[in-house]
């Protein structure tokens, strides 16, 4: 049986129900996991930060188009007061 690597309990996992990269947290330390192996199923703490990464580019992308978008109805808007 698989263990928590950040608290060491024993995790109930049926390895036919999950795969390589699946993730689950711990119940009894609430750690993100992630199946790193299936034979034997083992299991490493989740990579957080590229999660939190990949959500803030997302952010920065549509306030970047919104501006853009925002510019492009000016000038148009000016096009057709001329």
Same mark, same amino acid.
Do not use: H, R, Y
């Given at each position: 049986? @698989?263990?928590?690597?950040?608290?060491? *309990?024993?995790?109930?996992?049926?390895?036919?129900?999950?795969?390589?990269?699946?993730?689950?947290?711990? @119940?009894?330390?609430?750690?993100?996991?992630?199946?790193?192996?299936?034979? @034997?199923?083992?299991? $490493?703490? *989740?990579?957080?930060?590229?999660?939190?990464?990949?959500? *803030?580019?997302?952010?920065?992308?549509?306030?970047?188009?919104?501006?853009?978008?925002?510019?492009? $109805?000016?000038?148009?808007?000016? *096009?057709?007061?001329?």
């Amino acid at each position: 049986m @698989p263990t928590c690597p950040e608290c060491d *309990a024993e995790i109930e996992i049926d390895e036919f129900d999950v795969d390589k990269g699946d993730q689950l947290s711990c @119940p009894e330390c609430g750690s993100n996991l992630e199946v790193v192996g299936l034979s @034997p199923l083992e299991l $490493d703490l *989740a990579d957080e930060d590229d999660d939190d990464e990949d959500d *803030a580019d997302v952010d920065e992308v549509d306030e970047g188009e919104d501006v853009v978008d925002d510019d492009d $109805d000016e000038e148009k808007d000016e *096009a057709e007061d001329e």
